[in-house]
């Protein structure tokens, strides 16, 4: 198995549709060689029957074919629903035009490989589009409290949609308390977060003061960011946005 199929996402399933069966029969041999599971069609009747029955994760489609082309077919999934609508789509075909391959693209393929190829090429090809198209996890919910949302990927606060500007140093005690989302954190916690620690235990309150005229209307009365005499700070955040 190469590289390349090895750094695809496991056991992604390919549909093949060229009606010529010879390259048919030899791109399904290559690609299950490599690691993938294989499907195929002579058309793109039949590529639609199967598309009924099973999810895809790339097709792998003949420009020329007999009824409708390669690009009418991929011209047709885009505009229909999901998730066909956003199917990753190589085309292969003879047509090496500038026009033809844009006529190509503008249909929505993600990528275009003229014939003849070399089957290496073609698998790093698919290799690279399922790289691209693979869904990320989930990104981390925005955590908000009051008129304030906090993206704790970004490391980006926002107040009603407009972005509030963080030093690096309440950027980080801010995460620090979305991170523990309504518990108390103490002082040392909050300080070890820095690789000067002592400076930084020295500095956490004027750090919690700063946020305070950013978060709060009236600082002096905090309603979000609250200090607990003796033990530390935490952050009242929305209950569905306390972050695992």
Not at 41 to 59: C, K, M, S, V, W
Not at 209 to 228: F, G, S, Y
């Amino acid at each position: 198995m190469s590289l390349a199929a090895r750094a695809a996402p496991k056991g992604a399933h390919i549909l093949i549709v060229d009606d010529d069966r010879r390259i048919r029969a030899l791109l399904a041999r290559y690609l299950a060689a490599e690691g993938y599971l294989v499907s195929a069609a002579a058309n793109a009747e039949e590529a639609t029957g199967r598309l009924r029955d099973f999810a895809f994760d790339l097709i792998v489609l003949d420009v020329m074919m007999p009824g409708e082309s390669g690009t009418q077919f991929a011209a047709r999934l885009r505009q229909g629903p999901e998730p066909l609508r956003s199917a990753p789509i190589l085309m292969l075909t003879a047509l090496t035009e500038t026009a033809n391959r844009v006529e190509g693209l503008e249909a929505g393929v993600d990528d275009y490989l003229a014939k003849p190829f070399d089957p290496r090429e073609l698998s790093l090809r698919i290799a690279s589009i399922l790289r691209r198209v693979r869904r990320p996890a989930p990104p981390d919910p925005l955590v908000r409290f009051g008129a304030f949302a906090y993206d704790p990927a970004r490391g980006e606060l926002s107040r009603d949609g407009a972005p509030v500007r963080l030093t690096t140093r309440e950027r980080d005690v801010l995460q620090t308390l979305v991170h523990h989302a309504g518990a108390i954190v103490s002082r040392e916690t909050l300080a070890a977060r820095a690789s000067e620690q002592k400076a930084a235990e020295r500095t956490v309150d004027v750090e919690i003061a700063r946020l305070r005229r950013k978060i709060e209307t009236d600082p002096n009365a905090p309603r979000h960011l609250q200090t607990v005499r003796g033990q530390g700070y935490r952050l009242l955040v929305e209950r569905s946005t306390v972050l695992h």
